[in-house]
């Protein structure tokens, strides 16, 4: 008997390979989701750090607001400038609607809190961007060894009737069919092969997407707590008040 995998495969049944094909299709779509995962992530890494860095030296410079504002077109592919961006576009479109009342720490505190608010919308929105695809990855990872224990029953079944069965060559010898067990046990082998991978990819993007979050977490909660600080007691108004602010730095962190 051959025992190569092109061997066993000839000897398989139809439901085992049925099953073989449904693992390698699992298989190729988890490769999918991996390699798209991983340029997404790298690419919005990549991109938000960017955006960081060149955000910093316009907040930091009285007058520069309106730059700020405009740098989130130019990272269209950063989650950190879909976060931050449109957040510092409401804060100025509030200080102007505001006027004269700009000068009012009860409105412009009322401002903070729906800029604030508005960023942790932003914030789940882009988590959940990221988190596309990994739930299937976490389903791949589950289901693949009860596939393969699927074709593995139904190859053991098919293995006892040949050893019950004299004219298949069976007569109670086990090494008549040893052919058809290690057929039935293929199918688990390949189903914990695909399950091992699932699930070792699936981690390492679990992992990634926390530190990510916490990178845009970290950004947007300095924005806030600093945009609380440099309009603490403003006394001025309209475009007065939006120079005062334009100290907020949200310092990149280190990833």
């Given at each position: 008997?051959?025992?190569?995998?092109?061997?066993?495969?000839?000897?398989?049944?139809?439901?085992?390979?049925?099953?073989?094909?449904?693992?390698?299709?699992?298989?190729?779509y988890?490769?999918?989701?991996?390699?798209?995962?991983?340029?997404?992530?790298r690419?919005?890494?990549?991109?938000?750090?960017?955006?960081?860095?060149?955000?910093?030296?316009?907040?930091?410079?009285?007058?520069?607001?309106?730059?700020a504002?405009?740098?989130?077109?130019?990272?269209?592919?950063?989650?950190?400038?879909?976060?931050?961006?449109?957040?510092?576009?409401?804060?100025?479109?509030?200080?102007?609607?505001?006027?004269?009342?700009?000068?009012?720490?009860?409105?412009?505190?009322?401002?903070?809190?729906?800029?604030?608010?508005?960023?942790?919308?932003?914030?789940?929105?882009e988590?959940?961007?990221?988190?596309?695809?990994?739930?299937?990855l976490?389903?791949?990872?589950?289901?693949?060894?009860?596939?393969?224990?699927?074709?593995?029953?139904?190859?053991?079944?098919t293995?006892?009737?040949q050893?019950?069965?004299?004219?298949?060559?069976?007569?109670?010898?086990l090494?008549?069919?040893?052919?058809?067990?290690?057929?039935?046990?293929?199918?688990?082998?390949?189903?914990?092969?695909?399950?091992?991978?699932?699930?070792?990819?699936?981690n390492?993007?679990?992992?990634?997407?926390?530190?990510?979050?916490?990178?845009?977490?970290d950004?947007?909660?300095?924005?806030?707590?600093?945009?609380?600080?440099s309009?603490?007691?403003?006394?001025?108004?309209?475009?007065?008040?939006a120079?005062?602010?334009?100290?907020?730095?949200?310092?990149?962190?280190?990833?």
């Open positions: 008997m051959d025992f190569s995998l092109l061997g066993l495969w000839n000897q398989m049944g139809a439901v085992a390979k049925v099953v073989v094909l449904i693992l390698l299709g699992m298989s190729m988890a490769i999918g989701i991996v390699l798209e995962r991983f340029l997404t992530f690419k919005g890494k990549q991109q938000s750090l960017a955006y960081l860095a060149a955000l910093q030296p316009l907040v930091s410079t009285r007058g520069r607001l309106g730059e504002v405009a740098l989130e077109r130019s990272y269209k592919d950063a989650p950190a400038a879909r976060v931050m961006g449109p957040a510092l576009n409401d804060f100025v479109a509030g200080l102007d609607s505001l006027g004269s009342a700009a000068g009012d720490a009860v409105e412009i505190e009322l401002l903070i809190h729906g800029v604030t608010r508005g960023m942790e919308r932003a914030k789940k929105r988590v959940a961007a990221l988190q596309r695809g990994l739930p299937v976490a389903t791949i990872s589950s289901s693949a060894p009860f596939v393969g224990l699927f074709g593995t029953v139904f190859g053991i079944i293995a006892f009737q050893m019950a069965d004299p004219s298949k060559g069976g007569g109670g010898g090494a008549s069919v040893s052919a058809g067990i290690a057929e039935a046990l293929l199918t688990t082998a390949v189903g914990l092969a695909v399950a091992i991978g699932a699930v070792w990819f699936y390492f993007f679990v992992t990634k997407l926390d530190q990510f979050s916490a990178v845009i977490e950004s947007s909660g300095e924005l806030a707590d600093q945009l609380t600080r309009t603490r007691g403003a006394a001025h108004a309209g475009t007065a008040a120079g005062n602010t334009a100290a907020i730095v949200p310092t990149p962190p280190t990833p």
